[in-house]
């Protein structure tokens, strides 16, 4: 870590501005008649500052939380709660430091105003549902930056501590559904760009009257050919201003001219998907073939229908890889099996690929004849499996027959790789191996060689056993693919799941060969793109197939300081060949003011964002797993940050922990981090199945994902629920009510659990139903259609993973609920499956994950007791002056921001 401490005298600072700035009432919504939403600003929420403006700093009144530091905490060292310290009218004004009670607070906020993306500044929780506005500055949820105050040079940013950063979610459902404007620019010479820095054109770009364009990221004029040129009005304007969509929205999209095709001379194919089916004996024992079939199916008809142009290969795999001619002319299917392991080659080209409309009697035919040799053909099934020659085969397919565009691999595997290419057998789990990072050679190779191929592999691995899934899974991480693990697969538990999870991977895709590029005005440049396919570094990351989940941190340096008061663009453009063949740029825009004062700077901060990108530090450096270390450096980091709010900002004498309002729940996301199955201490095993795949869950959630597997969402079903409570607002059944609050926030801690209750529980990816023997037997009438005199508590099943449709008022408004998770994580089906002490074997694993206030059975602290320590280390800390001072006399241009590197 960077020490900095040398830098000299401190800044006094007055009292925090914010006991000037008088407080608002927050007043409850009534519901109205017909429930309805409007895109104006309400009057109430329309007044939180702006600090993208291009305004004298200092002059930004706040609101809504904006400003007032939060008191709490642990006066001489006795923990005191929040409301003890803080006066009944600051209660009402800012929403809690308790991440329960913080998150309903903050949907409340957005049930009736609309996030306006150039007047709103720091957006909603990442776990909060929205409409948004896009006034030429693009949705937070595609793309947002950690301060929206942006500290004006290096040395300001190191006395934050914080990371100048960029999160990016390009592809995610914006609410409403808008459809990003599309701009045909193929029959011309493209989007009007800079000449200098190649910037795109976007709604900052101004125009001259002598017919030129001005970057705004460098400043540079661009002359406009006929296809971009357009008469400027009196006021300077462009005549079809009002048309242009680029020069309107954040986010828009262009049609690019054939210069932009990824390889030369060839015209751009649609997607091309290979589906590769572990029939080893182990998967075809736990069945996990079969339900493999059945997903292959529903990924082959969801393709017919939504994705026409799409082919597709059908290829199996045990020691043999079975390659199938799919040909439409054919009656039946046509196996070819190909036992060369280790040179391998294609048996057949046509019919290799096909478009599903057009052979859909073939593939099902081969679906059946699989079916059929898992079943009934046990004599000839094999144990090894050929996973690595299998993969090599895929990628050989898709890289000959689409001329080295690309595609997507849909693999399964249900054990460790045993023959060919890839042969892990000598490899075992123990506790030498200290890290995540792949080690063998040929998974390294192959990863880098899908990576050229722009060929993605999403993987479902369903073995008990040890795989080594750094190997394995590598080509999954570096190819930006999903790797999904089903711990004990269990065909009835599980098949419904993974078909699911199977035709998420299909359905969320957006298109293929991409490449990614972020821009800044002039005095930051990119640092890290976190992306294990460029090694983490600051090459522009390729994605060789994109979907919606896809989610990409960026971390900015210094490099000479930025002017005070002006805009700060930012600009993330991502050229790629949609499903369809069609070759197209997605831009995105957003901007910060750059700011002096270090109270501004914390004032705007975005708390989840900076959670995702101090995650993602951690894990691109996993290469040596000393956990007990990487929780210390987190720790560290914390109160390294709140040190430098108390000594700079704060100003406040109270002896309590002082946390910025900006940040408040920041302590407890990262100590859930510090709990996570990844970081669990096991003096026997390193890379198990379990630790491996909560690793690439961090690769592979979005950032609400994130926010809730580190601290789930409790809510109680039991009691007593307003009307409205678990209702939606809207008509478009977009935003949850929650109006008791005080009776539905349930802190993720044992005590707050009461026996007899009922609750749902969300995790990011699945939903728990808890409920124990003392459960309300009518509630669970109601909720589930079970009689109570016949059906005991313990046998209780939930069919197909979800809850029963009644025509009950709990199991609508429990069936709301789980509406609004599956929308906020952008999940068409997420299980529920039931969570009863005693009863189910998962029980106290899940727990485990789910309590995440409460001390780990790593001993781990609990989340009071973690304050407590994190405030007697600020104490000593701020007694032994160590922290940045800010230091006027120089400015310190040419740091780079490496205080974020653990
Ligand atoms: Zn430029």
Same mark, same amino acid.
């Given at each position: 870590m960077e020490n900095l401490t040398s830098s000299v005298s401190s800044l006094a600072l007055g009292d925090s501005e914010s006991s000037k700035i008088p407080l608002s009432t927050s007043k409850k919504y009534k519901r109205p008649n017909r429930a309805y939403h409007t895109f104006e600003s309400s009057g109430s929420g329309g007044a939180t500052s702006l600090p993208q403006l291009e305004s004298p700093a200092g002059i930004h009144p706040t609101k809504l939380g904006g400003s007032q530091p939060q008191l709490f905490g642990a006066s001489n060292e006795n923990f005191v709660s929040q409301e003890a310290a803080l006066s009944m009218q600051d209660q009402q004004r800012i929403t809690s430091h308790y991440v329960s009670t913080q998150r309903l607070e903050d949907q409340q906020q957005y049930l009736k105003r609309s996030f306006l993306t150039s007047q709103d500044s720091v957006p909603p929780l990442a776990t909060t549902q929205f409409y948004c506005v896009d006034q030429g500055s693009s949705d937070p949820r595609q793309m947002c930056l950690t301060m929206y105050n942006i500290p004006k040079n290096e040395q300001l940013r190191s006395a934050t501590k914080l990371p100048m950063g960029a999160v990016l979610q390009p592809f995610t459902d914006s609410t409403p559904n808008a459809i990003v404007d599309l701009i045909d620019t193929s029959t011309t010479n493209g989007p009007l760009r800079c000449r200098r820095c190649k910037a795109y054109v976007n709604p900052a770009f101004s125009f001259t009257f002598d017919s030129n364009a001005v970057c705004n990221f460098c400043q540079i004029s661009t002359p406009l050919d006929e296809n971009h040129y357009a008469p400027l009005n009196p006021n300077g304007l462009r005549s079809d201003f009002d048309q242009r969509p680029d020069l309107l929205k954040g986010t828009v999209e262009f049609r690019v001219p054939e210069k932009y095709n990824p390889v030369k001379g060839i015209p751009n194919v649609p997607l091309h998907y290979v589906f590769l089916i572990d029939i080893s004996t182990l998967a075809n024992e736990n069945k996990s073939s079969l339900a493999t079939i059945e997903g292959v199916r529903t990924c082959i008809e969801y393709i017919c229908t939504n994705q026409p142009n799409c082919k597709i290969a059908i290829i199996a795999y045990d020691k043999h890889i079975r390659f199938f001619n799919l040909r439409p002319e054919l009656m039946q299917a046509q196996e070819y099996i190909v036992s060369e392991l280790h040179d391998v080659f294609l048996p057949i080209y046509n019919g290799l690929f096909v478009t599903p409309a057009d052979s859909m009697h073939v593939i099902q035919d081969t679906l059946c004849k699989l079916t059929a040799y898992i079943e009934d053909g046990k004599f000839s099934h094999c144990f090894e499996a050929c996973y690595g020659s299998a993969l090599d085969a895929a990628r050989i397919a898709l890289d000959t027959v689409t001329a080295g565009q690309g595609g997507k691999i849909i693999a399964t595997l249900s054990t460790k790789p045993t023959i060919g290419v890839g042969n892990l057998s000598v490899k075992t789990d123990n506790a030498l191996k200290k890290t995540l990072n792949c080690d063998n050679d040929f998974y390294k190779k192959i990863g880098k060689e899908l990576l050229n191929s722009s060929v993605s592999v999403d993987l479902f691995c369903t073995s008990s056993a040890f795989v080594d899934m750094t190997s394995v899974g590598h080509p999954t991480l570096v190819s930006s693919g999903y790797l999904k693990y089903y711990p004990n697969f269990h065909i009835d538990k599980d098949e419904f799941t993974l078909v699911n999870d199977m035709l998420h991977s299909v359905s969320n895709c957006i298109g293929y060969n991409a490449q990614l590029k972020v821009r800044c005005s002039a005095g930051l440049s990119i640092y890290? #793109? #976190?992306?294990a396919s460029n090694g983490y570094s600051d090459r522009e990351p390729r994605i060789p197939v994109l979907h919606k989940d896809f989610t990409m941190n960026v971390l900015f340096k210094y490099t000479e300081q930025l002017p005070v008061s002006k805009n700060i663009h930012f600009q993330a453009a991502l050229l790629y060949t949609d499903i369809d063949g069609v070759r197209k740029v997605r831009t995105l825009n957003v901007s910060g003011a750059a700011n002096d004062s270090i109270h501004e700077v914390f004032k705007f901060v975005n708390q989840d964002a900076v959670v995702s990108i101090i995650i993602q530090d951690v894990i691109s450096t996993l290469g040596n797993c000393n956990f007990v270390n990487i929780r210390k450096l987190i720790d560290d980091k914390l109160s390294d940050i709140l040190t430098q709010y108390r000594a700079l900002v704060s100003g406040s004498s109270s002896s309590q922990l002082v946390l910025p309002d900006s940040l408040k729940t920041l302590p407890a996301y990262l100590l859930a981090f510090e709990k996570t199955e990844m970081m669990k201490n096991n003096n026997k095993s390193t890379q198990g199945n379990s630790r491996v795949s909560d690793f690439f869950l961090y690769h592979n959630f979005n950032i609400t994902q994130i926010m809730f597997k580190l601290y789930p969402q409790i809510l109680p079903l039991h009691e007593l629920l307003g009307e409205t409570d678990f209702m939606f607002y809207d008509e478009n059944d977009e935003l949850l009510q929650t109006d008791s609050v005080s009776n539905l926030s349930v802190r993720a801690t044992r005590s707050a659990l009461i026996d007899g209750g009922c609750y749902l529980i969300f995790d990011g990816q699945t939903v728990y139903l808890w409920f124990n023997e003392n459960t309300n037997q009518f509630l669970l009438r109601d909720l589930l259609g079970v009689e109570p005199d016949t059906t005991k508590f313990d046998a209780i099943t939930l069919f197909g993973g979800s809850l029963p449709e009644a025509d009950t008022e709990i199991n609508m408004k429990a069936r709301n609920l789980i509406k609004n998770w599956r929308q906020l994580v952008g999940r068409s089906y997420v299980p529920v499956i039931p969570l009863r002490p005693h009863v189910d074997s998962y029980y106290a694993h899940v727990m485990g994950a789910v309590l995440c206030e409460d001390k780990s059975i790593e001993m781990i602290e609990s989340y009071e007791n973690y304050l407590v320590s994190i405030h007697r280390t600020i104490k000593e800390k701020l007694k032994n002056e160590d922290f940045v001072k800010l230091n006027n006399s120089k400015d310190h241009e040419h740091f780079s921001q490496k205080f974020i590197q653990f």
């Open positions: 890290n #793109y #976190y992306s």
